[in-house]
């Protein structure tokens, strides 16, 4: 067996990858529903009804993808320059973090000043933090992957602290969690007798801006170029540590700014289950996505489903809600599997 | 300072260090031979968890202990397969393949745990691996007590210590390995089928990340716990390059490592008044990232890791 190049890909298969993904994941995902002695089929439609099948449903999906978006995108920019940003997780928690920390009384100005002033505040913090690995390799060399995976527990330990010692509101029954977001600060929500809010909206406009930077500014001329050939770059005049900074800063930003949106969109304060790993899984969307920033949009609000999905399944049928982390991780690996075979084919024999 | 001095004298201190480093040298051992032969696998923590779990379910529904650890190894192996026809056959990214295999056999492993296990706010145990005395060695003062009072599964990890470095660096299939993961190109010119000999390695080193979960559940404690393997599997992607690749520097580092997180839980004991236990507990990762630092600019990564090998190709 061996593999070749193809040289042009049909552009209906680039797109229907991520789709044939999903699908391969449900089947595979079959087997584990009958492993835990469910009919798939009735599993299945539960799930798309759980995630699709009232207004409600709908926007929980929509609201869960908020923060799967900014991570997408946080993984998508990064990944493209080949800076293999892990930490998307810890980044989010230092969002949340200095949302907290402005949001909680330190000001209070009218809505329109002070969401925009979360927002930033969020994307600094995430780019401050990640500004520690990048360092690291820029300057020492150190792998980025092992450090931005360590810093997440970091983090999560610090979130921790706060919430047990200065940061633990007295008004929470005991509960580790700080105090809410004052009223100004709240995003409002955009659809009535729901959870979706403005989060979404702030969501859709940085995956067009980011689509628009990559495709039309010098900025992201030298991302591209810097992932597909670092050497070839240098060669270019292209200052490989300077992209890899400006990429970090998109990266960690955008993923300080889901950590916003989830403290000051959905939960309303901060708490240790802020999120259910959406750093990950925003490398899952992502992928799917094949790194590009509208598409981060599309597989976003297609994994949020699922997870949206599988809850509501989880409370009528018998089957851990674990499946839909399964149903994720299947589709990452397939889609990987498939946009190899986009590009090359598999020569059998010699 | 003179407490923290006889505090290091103590064989109390000494066996857990052991304890805590016991997981660490099977997985930093099962990872460096991943890394030698060209492949990062960053499923790492996803393999340990479902080993963790594998070993542990095997027991708890009436198998014996060996057959468990037999069971999480060959439940590694399987993730490892995997891991080896996407970055190895199919030569997809290593970050990423590797990150799809810790989100899957993590979430696997919380599935099965959650269908086979019912719901209780205790969870079930098992009687783990007791204690064996290894008969005159242990009998050296404080250093016997601590390495030679321990289980046997500990026993197994410094055997294998002993066999990757024999089999890495004595025998011609190590040879074979180290070069897959520096020159591959070389390895083809010999007739050796490349792709083959990083698989078997993959394999082989995912294992002993599963027996190196399954240590925590099955000798370390008696319980599965969700997120019980906390970033362990990280903090061994950073030891193997603190060992730059050498089976006994990474026994060492991770004794050495396994001292710090001893003496970081004794001082959480006593120092729990004044400063906030969490910072104790996230000395571990900063000491991970220190040690990557320490090295960084002169680590000796293998040449060829990373780097996809397609039959054919020319460098």
Redesign the interface.
């Known amino acids: ?3 070749k190049t193809r040289r042009n890909a049909p552009v209906w298969l680039i797109a229907a990858l991520p789709i044939l993904s999903i699908g391969v994941a449900f089947i595979i995902g079959a087997f ?1 529903i009958l ?2 002695g469910e009919s798939p089929i009735n599993a299945y439609i539960a799930l798309i009804k759980g995630s699709l099948g009232s207004t409600f449903a709908i926007t929980e999906s929509l609201s869960r993808a908020t923060p799967l978006i900014f991570t997408g995108l946080a993984a998508a920019v990064a ?1 493209r320059a080949k800076f ?1 940003n ?1 930490g998307a997780e810890g980044q989010l928690y230092c969002g949340a973090m200095a949302a907290t920390l402005v949001g909680t009384g330190m000001i209070d100005l009218p809505a329109p000043i002070m969401i925009p002033m979360l927002f930033i505040a969020g994307a600094i913090a995430g780019c401050l933090i990640l500004l520690v690995p990048v360092i ?1 390799k820029t300057h ?4 980025e ?3 931005t ?6 983090i999560l ?2 979130v ?2 706060l919430l ?2 200065p940061w633990k509101d007295p008004m929470a029954m005991g509960w580790p969690q700080a105090a809410r977001i004052i009223d100004n600060g709240v995003l409002p929500t955009i659809v009535a007798k729901s959870r979706l809010h403005l989060g979404i909206i702030v969501a859709l406009l940085m995956s067009v801006l980011m689509w628009a930077i990559i495709r039309f500014t010098v900025w992201g001329y030298e991302i591209r170029a810097v992932g597909h050939n670092q050497q070839a770059s240098t060669f270019y005049g292209i200052s490989i540590n300077k992209s890899v900074l400006m990429v970090a800063l998109f990266s960690g930003g955008l993923a300080g700014m889901a950590g916003v949106s989830e403290v000051a969109g959905l939960k309303g304060y901060l708490t240790l289950t802020l999120s259910p790993g959406f750093g ?1 899984t925003g ?2 969307v992502a ?1 799917l996505a094949q790194l590009h920033p509208i598409g981060v949009v599309i597989s976003a609000i297609f994994l949020a489903s699922i997870y949206v999905g599988a809850d509501a399944m989880s409370r009528t049928i018998d089957i ?1 809600n ?2 839909a ?2 149903l ?3 589709s ?2 397939s889609v ?2 498939g ?2 075979l986009t590009r090359y084919r598999i020569v059998w024999g010699k | 300072m003179m407490e923290l001095f006889e505090m290091m004298l103590t064989t109390g201190l000494w066996a857990s260090v052991i304890r805590i480093a016991t997981p660490l040298i099977f997985a930093t051992l099962g990872e460096l031979i991943c890394e030698r032969a060209g492949v990062l696998n960053l499923g790492i923590e996803g393999i340990m968890t479902i080993g963790a779990m594998a070993g542990w379910i095997w027991v708890y529904q009436g198998g014996d202990l060996w057959g468990g650890i037999v069971f999480a190894a060959i439940v590694g192996m399987i993730f490892g397969f995997l891991h080896s026809i996407l970055a190895v056959y199919l030569g997809v990214s290593q970050h990423v393949s590797g990150i799809g295999i810790t989100l899957l056999a993590s979430s696997i492993s919380y599935y099965a745990y959650t269908l086979i296990i019912p719901f209780s706010t205790t969870p079930p145990k098992i009687v783990p691996f007791s204690v064996f005395e290894v008969p005159i060695l242990s009998s050296i003062p404080i250093i016997g007590q601590a390495f030679f009072h321990q289980s046997a599964l500990t026993y197994l990890s410094y055997i294998l210590v002993i066999i990757t470095f024999f089999v890495l660096y004595k025998m011609p299939i190590g040879l074979t390995i180290r070069m897959a993961g520096e020159n591959p190109v070389a390895n083809e010119s010999q007739g050796i089928n490349v792709l083959l000999v990083r698989t078997g390695a993959v394999m082989a080193g995912s294992a002993l990340m599963a027996i190196g979960g399954a240590f925590l559940t099955m000798s370390a404690f008696d319980a599965f716990y969700f997120g019980m393997i906390n970033g362990r599997g990280w903090i061994c992607v950073a030891l193997v390059i603190f060992a730059s690749w050498k089976p006994g520097k990474a026994f060492l580092g991770a004794i050495l490592f396994a001292l710090f997180e001893a003496l970081q839980i004794r001082a959480q004991l006593i120092g729990a008044d004044v400063i906030p236990y969490q910072i104790f507990s996230m000395m571990p990762y900063f000491l991970s990232i220190l040690a990557m630092m320490l090295v960084a600019r002169k680590a000796a990564y293998p040449k060829a890791l990373l780097i996809p090998f397609r039959q054919g190709d020319r460098i």
């Open positions: 067996m061996r593999i584990f492993w835990a990944f293999w892990i690291l020492m060399k150190v792998d992957v092992v450090t995976l360590l810093l997440n527990f970091v330990l610090f921790n602290m047990e010692g990950y490398i899952a992928m851990p674990y499946i982390d399964i994720v991780a299947i990452l690996l990987l599997v946009a190899m």
